[in-house]
């Protein structure tokens, strides 16, 4: 391999890696958005995998019944987690071309 044709290598990993950069900083500002419970408690995530909201409808709030309120509340959030990772897959994939890379998302 010429001196040449690894700094091309190179120059294109660099961009690459500017170009993920910018992927996971704009995909970090999208949002998903999980519901459990036919709706009764939704959670909003964005793509850096940060808790935006958590909305709970009264009906479900019922001190006598707090695990189902948990249950409901851990569902929807890990329903939002898997939707943040696959978003954030996705949006990697497009600059890899899907190529897997250890330690980027999917």
């Given at each position: ?7 091309d ?15 996971q900083?704009e995909?970090?500002?999208?949002t998903?958005?999980a519901?459990a419970?036919?709706?009764m ?8 995998q940060e ?6 409808d009264?009906?479900v709030?019922?001190p ?6 948990e249950?409901?509340?851990?569902a ?9 990772q696959?978003?954030?897959?996705e949006?990697?994939?497009?600059v ?9 998302f999917?």
């Amino acid at each position: 391999m010429t001196k040449r044709m690894l700094g091309d290598i190179m120059k294109q990993a660099q961009a690459m890696q500017e170009r993920m950069k910018q992927v996971q900083e704009e995909a970090g500002g999208k949002t998903v958005e999980a519901a459990a419970g036919g709706g009764m408690v939704t959670v909003v995530m964005n793509g850096r995998q940060e808790v935006q909201s958590v909305k709970i409808d009264r009906s479900v709030v019922n001190p006598d019944d707090v695990e189902m309120l948990e249950d409901l509340v851990s569902a929807a959030f890990n329903e939002a987690l898997r939707r943040a990772q696959a978003m954030m897959a996705e949006e990697m994939a497009k600059v890899t071309g899907g190529l897997k890379i250890p330690g980027l998302f999917g």
